[in-house]
């Protein structure tokens, strides 16, 4: 089964730093762009970054922009977002998905483009 694994979610404290990670176990990552969403309590899965398959293409939505860095080692076989001056509003349940349709990050904000989706990881931000 092709499911990708999230993890690195932890609490920290507001300003704080975390870097998550999205392996593929089960298949190989080169020929894909990966995203990262993140889904709060009550709210809807929203887009937050993009990779493409070659990792030159990086896309950010504007919430996190200046403050979160999409890479990939894809001899590792992983993606990473790594997350600097986190804010409460950064709490959620991230989740990494592979694009079926684009290697470039074309329309990438579009949910429906993405399966493979793991189990996510916690992120709280709190005092």
């Known amino acids: 089964q092709r499911q990708l694994v999230e993890s690195g979610g932890a609490l920290v404290q507001p300003g704080g730093s975390l870097r998550l990670s999205c392996a593929a176990p089960?298949?190989?990552?080169?020929?894909?762009?990966i995203a990262w969403f993140r889904q709060a309590p009550g709210k809807e899965r929203e887009a937050v970054s993009c990779v493409s398959s070659s990792g030159y293409i990086k896309d950010y939505d504007d919430s996190v922009k200046g403050r979160f860095t999409i890479s990939r080692d894809n001899a590792k076989n992983t993606v990473y977002l790594q997350m600097n001056s986190l804010k409460p509003e950064d709490t959620a349940i991230y989740y990494c998905?592979?694009?079926?349709?684009?290697?470039?990050?074309?329309?990438?904000?579009?949910?429906?483009?993405?399966?493979?989706w793991g189990q996510g990881t916690q992120v709280t931000v709190s005092s």
């Open positions: 998905g592979a694009d079926r349709s684009s290697m470039y990050c074309a329309y990438w904000k579009s949910l429906g483009r993405f399966d493979s």
């Open positions: 089960g298949f190989t990552l080169d020929d894909y762009a």
